[in-house]
């Protein structure tokens, strides 16, 4: 269904006139309505009329007069005006005219395409404007919908300006602190810190994120009316059209609960895997006894040696339980450097690795001077874990290789295998706590019983030593394991 066709308020005493302008808007497809003097004009006009063309000089009301009575009442203040006039054709009158509210003025007689064109250039414009008028009430109202959600939002939030100074806070970011509270609109950073040194670490992230542009994410531990809580926190930089920042935002979530909870946990599993080893130190030495002992037959010989392995693996879950609690709880995994060949190690742990897989092909190369002072101890376990991961995870007639390449700054070893590749959707988590591969292949099942540790605790093992291990892994060149131990 079309549009109505706009109307149009035709005001001219002259009846000869008025019914020309009047014909030619009306074969424009306007509708028309007539007047022929000002007081007839105001009582015609409505908030349905959508333009006047107005006589200036009319027999009762000035035409000026009448076009600021149409442009002070609330129904037709929205109305355009264009004044048509024969008599009143000076600069000053037009001028007059305009300053009076008309949105147009012409002098009379007019070229009828000329008329037609301004009169569709007025209504084009009085379109422009209630669409700027709507759009303007729609991006209020949004914006008001926005102040309420940020207002009533559970978690703390708080919009800064690119300087960092404060700009809103909801009342959920003024009552997390109760009486600590340190926010204050317009605040510069350096000031908030000197207010309140313990948001040393949230300041300088922020520094970071509005110097770089990049989303930044944190934890702090904070001051309250309850005691010491817990908080994560991410600040997300607005970047504007030339790509620098013009504000930031930052918002953050208690995770006080979740951390005693995470705490209890893994408090529980150090203590857990340390109880664990009395007995099972006892039940490791009974069974070498009576291996040494000897005069046992073929039934009893099997079943000791199926303890003491179940034993070894016993021990080796254990320990990993116990580095995961001391990386989580005790800031990282510790190491103790002396003067070693990371080669001499790497090649060590191969050599009982093939033992303990006969039949598997485990190959190393290496170039260059290893020697350096690192934790004998835990690179050999870091080293084990990898060696083990990729013999789980790759067929049994396909080789593991290691390799290794010593420089002045570095030493980087890398350990491939060619099994399937890890799913993208793993990749970012390989690292991570209790996390097991979906991928071994079906001699490797039975044996995969780990508890999804050993990668973590490589990974932990590395950051202590001011390395880093990373993984690539595609369908055409297999998986790999890259170490980098700084020297």
Not at 180 to 198: N, Q
Not at 396 to 420: F, I, K, T, Y
Request: glycine share 8%; aromatic share 4%; hydrophobic share 40%.
């Amino acid at each position: 269904m079309s549009p109505p066709s706009p109307v149009i308020l035709n005001v001219n005493d002259d009846e000869a006139s008025r019914y020309v302008t009047s014909r030619v808007l009306g074969l424009a497809g306007f509708q028309v309505v007539d007047a022929g003097s000002g007081s007839e004009a105001l009582a015609l006009a409505d908030e349905h009329t959508d333009l006047a063309i107005l006589d200036v000089r009319l027999p009762d009301i000035s035409g000026l007069e009448v076009c600021r009575r149409l442009k002070q009442a609330p129904r037709t203040r929205g109305m355009l005006v264009l004044h048509l006039s024969a008599q009143a054709v000076g600069p000053g009158d037009r001028a007059h005219g305009l300053e009076h509210g008309a949105d147009g003025y012409l002098v009379a007689p007019v070229d009828p395409e000329e008329l037609v064109a301004q009169v569709h250039a007025l209504l084009r414009l009085r379109r422009a404007e209630r669409e700027v008028h709507a759009l303007s009430r729609e991006v209020e109202r949004q914006r008001r919908l926005l102040d309420m959600a940020m207002a009533s939002a559970a978690d703390p939030i708080a919009l800064f300006d690119a300087s960092g100074r404060l700009l809103f806070a909801n009342q959920a970011a003024h009552a997390a602190r109760g009486s600590h509270e340190v926010l204050v609109s317009g605040e510069s950073l350096s000031a908030r810190e000197e207010k309140d040194p313990s948001l040393a670490p949230f300041i300088r992230l922020m520094e970071v994120a509005l110097s770089t542009g990049q989303v930044q994410r944190g934890a702090i531990t904070l001051s309250t009316d309850q005691g010491p809580r817990h908080f994560d926190y991410t600040l997300s930089p607005t970047l504007d059209g030339d790509g620098q920042v013009a504000a930031l935002m930052a918002t953050s979530r208690d995770v006080t609960e979740e951390r005693s909870e995470e705490e209890f946990r893994e408090q529980f599993i150090g203590m857990l895997g340390h109880d664990l080893r009395n007995p099972l130190n006892a039940l490791s030495m009974s069974a070498q006894q009576l291996k040494r002992k000897g005069n046992l037959d073929e039934r009893q010989s099997s079943l000791t040696e199926r303890i003491l392995t179940s034993a070894d693996r016993m021990d080796r879950m254990i320990r990993q339980l116990l580095d995961f609690a001391r990386s989580r709880l005790g800031g990282g995994v510790p190491v103790v450097a002396s003067d070693c060949d990371v080669f001499d190690v790497a090649r060590r742990t191969l050599e009982e690795m093939r033992a303990s897989h006969p039949g598997r092909m485990l190959v190393l190369e290496v170039v260059g001077d290893g020697r350096g002072a690192w934790d004998l101890d835990r690179l050999e376990q870091a080293f084990s874990n990898l060696l083990a991961n990729a013999l789980k995870y790759s067929p049994v007639d396909s080789p593991v290789r290691m390799w290794g390449q010593a420089s002045a700054r570095e030493v980087v070893l890398r350990v491939h295998n060619g099994g399937p590749p890890i799913p993208s959707e793993e990749l970012p988590h390989i690292f991570a706590a209790w996390r097991r591969g979906s991928r071994a292949v079906q001699h490797e099942a039975a044996a995969s019983s780990g508890l999804g540790l050993g990668l973590y605790i490589t990974r932990q093992i590395l950051l202590a030593h001011g390395g880093e291990v990373t993984v690539e892994s595609s369908a055409s060149g297999g998986t790999t394991f890259t170490v980098r131990l700084p020297r």
